[in-house]
């Protein structure tokens, strides 16, 4: 199964009763550009992912000062940007970021709730790995994990299908100071997930995942003002049926941006993944222990 992938799973009625149900576009935003003069602030935190307004470098805040903020991307790299008026994209609208008027109380914290290691450079990445099944589950890791996984110098990447798996696991040859987490989607007893979760299983290799049938599920409905996921109709694509339940016209991948950026801290997000995610980060991360 692709992460990115539809899926026809679920019962539901006709699509108008469908649409009507859930209201309007609720994922459509508005125009890209504001009205002139009205950008708004938004206050600098660490981990808040930015893009600079030309569009050539996105990442994440690890430090700042007085006139400069540091922007970290997926890869390790960084740059310096200075604090001037509508100089970024937030989810793709113009913002300007300013400092925090105050010092928070107490420790700061990351996305997971971590406690936030301000102007910590990436690790160099250890040998063992995180791997998820598709793009979006990636994101949505580095969205809510980034901090962590930098600090910890672990890479995630993506098998592109639980399928390729057990090749994956053959190609990697794990062992005690290389280990190899997986997060595998709809992870329920008797689905060919499971069975190929169990071909590979072993010391070194811990395959978890969470029950819904794609990683969208596991943003909370209130994250992005619906009160549930929608049905989908068996046989239909599962991104596509629940666009049109939520009468969106997006494109899946459009959608998925709009869906990642409501994703503010690990609070917009199911405990059913992130028991998941926390479990693999320990365990590749856990240091080694030579028995006697």
Same mark, same amino acid.
């Given at each position: 199964?692709?992460?990115?992938?539809?899926?026809?799973?679920?019962?539901?009625?006709?699509?108008?009763?469908?649409?009507?149900?859930?209201?309007?576009?609720?994922?459509?935003?508005?125009?890209?550009?504001?009205?002139?003069?009205?950008?708004?602030?938004?206050?600098?935190?660490?981990?808040?992912?930015?893009?600079?307004?030309?569009?050539?470098?996105?990442?994440?805040?690890?430090?700042?000062?007085?006139?400069?903020?540091?922007?970290?991307?997926?890869?390790?790299?960084?740059?310096?940007?200075?604090?001037?008026?509508?100089?970024?994209?937030?989810?793709?609208?113009?913002?300007?970021?300013?400092?925090?008027?105050?010092?928070?109380?107490?420790?700061?914290?990351?996305?997971?709730?971590?406690?936030?290691?301000?102007?910590?450079?990436?690790?160099? %990445?250890?040998?063992?790995?995180?791997?998820?099944?598709?793009?979006?589950?990636?994101?949505?890791?580095?969205?809510?994990?980034?901090?962590?996984?930098?600090?910890?110098?672990?890479?995630?990447?993506?098998?592109?299908?639980?399928?390729?798996?057990?090749?994956?696991?053959?190609?990697?040859?794990?062992?005690?100071?290389?280990?190899?987490?997986?997060?595998?989607?709809?992870?329920?007893?008797?689905?060919?997930?499971?069975?190929? %979760?169990?071909?590979?299983?072993?010391?070194?290799?811990?395959?978890?995942?969470?029950?819904?049938?794609?990683?969208?599920?596991?943003?909370?409905?209130?994250?992005?003002?619906?009160?549930?996921?929608?049905?989908?109709?068996?046989?239909?694509?599962?991104?596509?049926?629940?666009?049109?339940?939520?009468?969106?016209?997006?494109?899946?991948?459009?959608?998925?941006?709009?869906?990642?950026?409501?994703?503010?801290?690990?609070?917009?997000?199911?405990?059913?993944?992130?028991?998941?995610?926390?479990?693999?980060?320990?365990?590749?991360?856990?240091?080694?222990?030579?028995?006697?």
């Amino acid at each position: 199964m692709h992460s990115d992938s539809g899926k026809g799973r679920g019962t539901g009625s006709g699509d108008r009763r469908y649409a009507d149900r859930y209201g309007g576009d609720v994922l459509a935003g508005g125009p890209r550009r504001p009205e002139k003069g009205r950008v708004p602030e938004v206050t600098i935190e660490p981990d808040l992912v930015a893009e600079s307004a030309d569009g050539r470098f996105c990442g994440a805040v690890v430090d700042w000062d007085k006139t400069t903020v540091t922007l970290e991307d997926r890869h390790g790299a960084r740059r310096v940007f200075d604090l001037t008026p509508a100089a970024f994209l937030i989810d793709g609208e113009p913002a300007t970021l300013v400092r925090p008027t105050a010092a928070p109380r107490g420790p700061l914290r990351s996305a997971s709730g971590s406690i936030a290691v301000r102007g910590a450079r990436s690790q160099i %990445a250890k040998e063992s790995r995180i791997y998820v099944e598709g793009v979006h589950d990636a994101e949505l890791v580095e969205r809510v994990w980034g901090h962590d996984l930098r600090v910890e110098g672990v890479v995630v990447e993506y098998l592109e299908g639980v399928d390729h798996l057990p090749e994956i696991v053959r190609d990697f040859e794990p062992g005690p100071q290389r280990r190899l987490g997986v997060l595998v989607d709809h992870l329920v007893p008797g689905s060919k997930e499971s069975r190929i %979760a169990e071909r590979v299983r072993s010391p070194h290799v811990l395959v978890t995942g969470h029950p819904f049938v794609d990683v969208w599920q596991a943003v909370k409905p209130s994250a992005l003002g619906i009160e549930a996921w929608p049905e989908v109709p068996r046989g239909v694509p599962w991104k596509e049926g629940v666009l049109r339940a939520l009468g969106s016209r997006e494109e899946p991948g459009e959608a998925w941006r709009r869906i990642l950026a409501s994703v503010r801290s690990y609070a917009d997000l199911e405990p059913e993944l992130l028991g998941r995610v926390e479990e693999l980060i320990d365990f590749v991360t856990a240091p080694y222990v030579v028995e006697d």
